[in-house]
């Protein structure tokens, strides 16, 4: 079994649309994360959540809403796409203080 | 912000030889970890080593810390073909919910 699923795959969309990526974990963790990996392989938080609460919110445009419906999902909804949000968004999870568990990355593209 | 750099960003040596990978960080940390990320791959976990420890071991892999440096170095021993790939190391810290912090990671590439 996926221990962090993240769909979808790949994202290929216009300048303003509004998109999300989904995640999901099996692991029974507590805590959730989406990092943005760049062009250059920059790897950077965006958001952490514990047991459903926002902990960590860095200096990412509001156009970035995430969402944890519960303690397994954490979703990140991107609203008026840019060309500059073309990356690779992944999903992590872990307990307090131990490894990430990441999923597979979604690529997004903005065209 | 970033943490800090790996060093060297890129490492090209042959199968059987050893490679060393540095980081420095900046910040205090409860914790470094190393990960390994295939080309077009997510990231997967190698080694966490807390503020109080000085090395750690796993099969070919050697982790050193020196808080007082603030540094790390990843040691692959006898090293494959398979171990190609980009290696990054993160800090965490409580006070920021123990998110990572990653460098800039090394691009290693180990020829047959």
């Known amino acids: 079994d996926t221990a962090v699923s993240q769909t979808p795959k790949y994202l290929v969309t216009q300048m303003g649309n509004d998109k999300s990526i989904k995640c999901e974990q099996n692991l029974g963790h507590d805590t959730m994360y989406w990092y943005k990996q760049d062009s250059k392989k920059f790897l950077k938080i965006m958001f952490s959540?514990?047991?459903?609460?926002?902990?960590i919110n860095e200096t990412v445009p509001n156009r970035f809403s995430p969402k944890s419906p519960d303690k397994a999902h954490l979703n990140l909804h991107i609203n008026s796409l840019e060309l500059g949000d073309s990356a690779v968004y992944f999903c992590?999870?872990?307990?307090?203080?131990?490894?990430?568990?990441f999923g597979p990355g979604t690529r997004l593209t903005v065209l | 912000s970033q943490q800090g750099e790996e060093d060297p960003q890129a490492l090209s040596i042959q199968e059987g030889e050893n490679a060393t990978m540095n980081c420095s960080y900046k910040?205090?940390?409860?914790?470094l970890q190393w990960y390994r990320q295939n080309s077009g791959r997510g990231l997967v976990h190698l080694i966490l080593i807390r503020s109080n420890e000085r090395e750690k071991h796993s099969g070919r892999l050697r982790v050193t810390l020196d808080t007082s440096k603030k540094s790390s170095s990843l040691l692959i021993t006898a090293s494959r073909a398979a171990d190609t790939a980009s290696y990054f190391c993160?800090?965490?810290?409580?006070?920021?919910?123990?998110?990572?912090?990653f460098g800039k990671g090394t691009s290693l590439l180990v020829t047959p």
């Open positions: 992590a999870s872990s307990q307090e203080g131990e490894q990430k568990f």
């Open positions: 993160a800090t965490a810290n409580s006070n920021s919910g123990y998110a990572l912090n």
């Open positions: 959540y514990n047991n459903k609460e926002l902990i």
């Open positions: 910040t205090s940390i409860n914790n």
